[in-house]
C-alpha cells in the first residue's frame, strides 16, 4: 500500500467525514464507488458517513450517492431531492412571487419545487381559481384560499410529480374549453440571454409555453444558479415574461437582454439572519 493509502486507511473517522464533506460540496454530486475509491474505505463505510452528514444536514444523500444542497440538479433529479436543494433562496422567492398574487384572481401555476414555495406562500389569499400540473400542489395548498383547484390531465412523469398534456380541460360534451388566468407562475430550468426560458423536458416545455399563453401577465422564477445556462427545450423568448423572480441580480449581460426585453427583475431579500 501506497504511503498516501496508508495515510488515507488510517484517517480518523470525524477528519475523513470532514474531508468527504469538503469533496461534496467542490464537485456538487458524487456517488458511493467515487468516494470509495478516493478515500481508500470500503462501499459500506462511505454509506454511513454519508447518512450521518445527510442527518446533520451537510449534505443530501441520494440512491448511490449524495449532493451537495447548493448543486444545480441534474434534470433526472427527483422531486424528493430538489426539494432540499436552495431551499432558502425558493422561500426568499415564493414569498416575492406570492405578493403579485392578487385575491380572487385565477392563477397557472407549473410543477415544481420553486412554485411549491410560492403556494406556501398564499396561506392568507382567499377566492383563488388555481389550474396546475403539479400533483403535489393539491395537497400544499391551504384550502382557504382557493375557490377552485383544477389539475391538467396527461401523463404522469413520477420524477418531477406533474402531468404533461394539453393545457385545457374537457366540457361535458367533449370539446375542450378555452380557459384563461390572471397570472401564470412558472418555474424554469435555465433562463439565458440568447435562448430566454427552458427546461429539460420537452412535454413540460410545451405545457409552460400554453400556460404563459392563456395568462394576461407571467412571472417566471428561477434562482441564480439557473443563469446562463441553456437545456434541452426552449420554452419562450426572454420578453414572454412579465416578471423574473429570483435570489440575485443577473450578470450585465443576462441583465442587459431582460431589460431590453421589457423583464421586470424582482430580486428577494436576502435572509438577515
Known amino acids: 500500500m501506497s504511503a498516501t493509502n496508508d495515510g488515507a486507511a488510517r484517517r480518523l473517522p470525524a477528519g475523513r467525514k470532514a474531508e468527504l464533506a469538503a469533496y461534496v460540496a467542490e464537485h456538487g454530486q458524487v456517488t458511493v464507488a467515487n468516494l470509495a475509491e478516493r478515500f481508500d474505505v470500503s462501499p459500506d463505510t462511505i454509506r454511513r458517513d454519508l447518512d450521518q452528514l445527510d442527518a446533520d444536514g451537510v449534505l443530501?444523500?441520494?440512491?448511490g450517492g449524495a449532493i451537495s444542497p447548493q448543486a444545480v440538479p441534474r434534470p433526472?433529479?427527483?422531486?424528493?431531492?430538489?426539494l432540499r436543494l436552495q431551499t432558502r433562496a425558493k422561500d426568499q422567492m415564493g414569498a416575492l412571487a406570492a405578493g403579485l398574487v392578487e385575491d380572487g384572481s385565477a392563477l397557472m401555476i407549473n410543477a415544481g419545487t420553486s412554485t411549491l414555495a410560492v403556494v406556501r406562500?398564499?396561506?392568507?389569499?382567499?377566492?383563488?381559481?388555481?389550474?396546475?400540473n403539479s400533483l403535489r400542489i393539491p395537497t400544499e395548498i391551504n384550502p382557504l384560499a382557493f375557490r377552485d383547484l383544477y389539475v391538467?390531465?396527461?401523463?404522469?412523469?413520477?420524477?418531477?410529480?406533474?402531468?404533461?398534456?394539453?393545457?385545457?380541460?374537457?366540457?361535458?360534451?367533449?370539446?375542450?374549453?378555452?380557459?384563461?388566468?390572471?397570472?401564470?407562475?412558472?418555474?424554469?430550468?435555465?433562463?439565458?440571454?440568447?435562448?430566454?426560458?427552458?427546461?429539460?423536458?420537452?412535454?413540460?416545455a410545451s405545457m409552460m409555453s400554453a400556460m404563459m399563453d392563456r395568462s394576461?401577465?407571467?412571472?417566471?422564477?428561477?434562482?441564480?444558479?439557473?443563469?446562463?445556462?441553456?437545456?434541452?427545450a426552449q420554452i419562450a423568448d426572454l420578453g414572454r415574461a412579465d416578471y423574473l423572480v429570483t435570489d440575485a441580480a443577473p450578470p450585465p449581460e443576462l441583465a442587459h437582454a431582460l431589460a431590453e426585453a421589457g423583464v421586470e427583475v424582482l430580486v428577494a431579500a436576502a435572509d438577515a439572519s
Open 60 to 63: 443530501i444523500r441520494t440512491h
Open 76 to 82: 433526472d433529479t427527483g422531486m424528493d431531492v430538489r
Open 121 to 132: 406562500h398564499l396561506a392568507d389569499h382567499r377566492d383563488l381559481t388555481v389550474a396546475t
Open 152 to 204: 391538467f390531465g396527461g401523463a404522469v412523469r413520477l420524477t418531477a410529480q406533474a402531468t404533461v398534456g394539453p393545457v385545457s380541460f374537457p366540457s361535458s360534451a367533449g370539446a375542450d374549453r378555452d380557459i384563461r388566468c390572471d397570472l401564470a407562475v412558472i418555474g424554469v430550468g435555465a433562463v439565458s440571454a440568447d435562448s430566454g426560458y427552458s427546461t429539460s423536458n420537452l412535454g413540460e
Open 216 to 232: 394576461a401577465r407571467v412571472a417566471v422564477l428561477a434562482d441564480s444558479s439557473k443563469f446562463g445556462r441553456r437545456l434541452f
